[in-house]
């Protein structure tokens, strides 16, 4: 319901367990979840609008198999641990590398 998320856990530990996503597309967001392809986004802050997605989910059990499964492939190709430790390790390593041979300490 808030307007900006950084990373939203709560819509990946939902993504990642099957459970299908509809959710008000604010920042960060639309990082993860592609409209209609692995969650639903509401693009207008309109309690209509999400009732009317969330009806349409309701309605179509192949969409709803089809956003549960991409939804999971989204969570295993992006935010698997190997995969965000990896990141992580990337990060550390360029930034090691960019300060190499400049200590304060010598």
């Known amino acids: 319901t808030s307007m ?3 990373l939203p ?3 990946l530990e939902s993504m ?3 459970v299908p996503v ?3 597309n604010v920042s960060g ?3 993860i979840i592609h409209n209609e392809v692995n969650g639903m986004l ?3 802050r ?3 609008d999400l009732a009317e997605k969330v009806k349409k989910l309701t309605n179509n059990e192949d969409l709803k198999v089809s956003l549960i499964k991409k939804a999971q492939e989204t969570i295993q190709e992006k935010f698997s641990m190997e995969n965000m430790l990896a990141s992580i390790l990337e990060i550390y390593q ?4 960019s300060h190499a041979g400049h200590s304060r300490y010598k």
């Open 4 to 6: 900006w998320e950084g």
């Open 9 to 11: 856990v709560l819509v």
């Open 16 to 18: 990642g367990m099957g």
């Open 22 to 24: 509809v959710s008000m």
């Open 29 to 31: 967001l639309e990082e």
């Open 42 to 44: 509401v693009e207008k």
């Open 46 to 48: 309109r309690g209509e």
């Open 94 to 97: 360029e930034i090691s590398a």
